[in-house]
Each structure stands twice: as C-alpha cells, then as structure tokens.
C-alpha cells in the first residue's frame, strides 16, 4: 500500500498529470464524434448525379431545397414532429403521478421497488420489447382479447376506423406506434421528474397550506413551476428519442416513413449519402433548438 500512496501522493493536484489523463478521452471525442458530425453535415450539402447516382462533391443548398420542396418529404418531417411532441406530452402525463408518489409518498422499500420496476424493461432487448408490443397489439392479441371481454370492442373498432390515427389493427395504426414510444421512452421522464420533485423543499407546501391556498392552487403554483427543470430534462430524452428512431415505425404502425426511417432507407437501399444526411440535420437542429430552451429554464440540473 505504501507505493500505491506515496505514487498517490507524487500525482495529486499536477495539472499536466490531469491534462494527460484527459488527453486521449477529448481527441476520441474530437476526432470520432465531432468528427462525424462535421462529415455529416458536409455530405448534406453534396448532391447526386440523377443519371449516374454517383456523388457530386461540390458544394449546394440543392438537397436542403428537394428535401424542403417535395411534399411528401415535409409529410415525414411533420409527421415525425407531431409524434415526438404526442409522445413527450403523453409521458409527462403518464410519468408526473408515477414521480410524485415516489418522491412524496413512498417508502424507502417501495421507492426502491419503483426504481426497479422502472429499470427492469431496460435491461431486455430493444428488439424484443418491440415484437412483444407488435403480437399485444395484433388482431388476435391480448389487447384486442381485453377490450372485447370489458365490452368495447365496438368502441376499439372505432377507434381505428378514425382517419389519421386508425388501421387495420393497433399494430398497424398511429396509434399503436404512439403506443409503443410513449412505453418505451416514459422510464426517461419518470426519473428527472422524480429528481425535480424530490428536489422541492416541504416548506414551500406547507406555507401555501398555511396560507390557504386550495392544492389545486399549490400544485399550479408551487409544485408544477419548481417541477419544470425536471419536465424539460425528461423532454429532452422523449422527444430526441422519438426523432431518431427508426426500428418502432418500421415495426409498428401504419405506412409512413418518419425521419429515421428515412435516414435507413435514403443510405442504403438509395444509396443517397446526401439526402440521408440532410434529414440527419432536421433533428440534430431541432434539439439544438430545443436544448437552448431548456438549459435557460434549469433542465440539466435536473439530469
């Protein structure tokens, strides 16, 4: 132990010691990951030859204005946004209760037993989740099997028959797509939600009380306000999350691409690199948007 000390002791508080430790981690994240951004961006204002299909290395705003001119390329972009945002709002509603009752109401042994609930779905694979959810919401699934023993299998059946929203089963319709992203993504909410609240000083109610203000009023105006750190950092995972994916739609839902879908098809079975990477910015853009947003209200120290 002495050597293990006195080495200790010899490298504690020498800058060039934490410079070189630091060293190769920065220049990976330098070299492969802002590095790849850099070419991604830069592919996205390469072209395609439309007779050859080969690259044209010369710079041009001409992908951004076919990827921004076709309506059928806005539709993916609108579609993937309104997605994303259903997605966030559903999981802030679902996830809110869920984070009050861990951070006000349980015990040490049940908040432990809601922490694992809640990481447990993450430990099985991604894939498997996904086929699991596509057999629940089948026309001969258990979902459908519920609903016609409770009595609304009419109401389900009309439910699909909405335009926009509806198929010829859940998994084959927006709504189950919907359904799938709002399970997969609500543990990223829980969490920071959970941290936000557990983060609110009992004074702050117990004064509101004392002051005689109704809980409808405490929550809007005390619990809900110190509670939006927490809000925009789980935001921050629901809604990039539901941007870039790729595997959920394909899966799951009614035809339609979204952007990840997009981004797959666009650089392998197109093989257009600079379309692919122009509708690789929307989203890279969108939560640059977004993070400035939320880093201006606190959302990272609820992270």
Known sequence: MRPLRALSAMLYGRRAVLVALLLPPLLWFGVVYLG????????SFFSVDDFSGEVIFKPTLG????MLASPANLDILWRTLTMATLVTLACAVLGFPVAYYMARHASAREKALFYLLLMLPMW?????????WRLILAKEGIAFWFASKLGLGGLLDAVLALPGI????LSASTLGTFIVFSYMWLPYMILPLQAAIERIPPSLLDASADLFARPRQTFLRVTL???????FAGSIFTFSLTLGDYI?????????FFIGMMVYQ????ANNIPLAAAFSVVPIVVMALYLSVARRLGAFDAL
Do not use: F, N, W
């Open 36 to 43: 790849a951004l850099l070419s991604l961006l830069a592919q």
């Open 63 to 66: 992908t951004y204005k076919l």
């Open 124 to 132: 099985s694979s991604y894939l498997v989740k996904v086929y699991a």
């Open 166 to 169: 509806g198929g010829p089963s």
């Open 225 to 231: 306000p110190l509670c939006l750190p927490g809000l």
């Open 248 to 256: 959920i739609p394909t899966l799951v839902g009614a035809p339609g």
């Open 266 to 269: 666009q650089q392998g079975t």
